[in-house]
């Protein structure tokens, strides 16, 4: 019984070992792809419409907004 808990435990220990290495590798590989891409392909600057909130909305936009919702919370009354 012994023999077969000591296989068992050396298999376990095998098999996690494998797994921590491979996992390991893994994040190299995916820190050395990424440090390749930001090298040769860096980020170029976004052109075209700016952020949501960074400017400020236009009154018409909002009275319609507000109208909207207060239309259909009078309508869908629960």
Do not use: C, W
């Amino acid at each position: 019984m012994t023999e077969l808990l000591t296989s068992g435990i050396e298999l376990m220990m095998v098999g996690m070992g494998i797994v921590f290495v491979f996992l390991a590798m893994l994040v190299l590989a995916i820190k050395f792809m990424s440090s390749m891409i930001l090298r040769y392909f860096p980020d170029a600057p976004v052109q075209g419409r700016p952020r949501a909130g960074a400017a400020i909305p236009d009154t018409q936009l909002i009275a319609a907004i507000s109208t909207a919702v207060h239309r259909y919370r009078n309508t869908h009354k629960s």
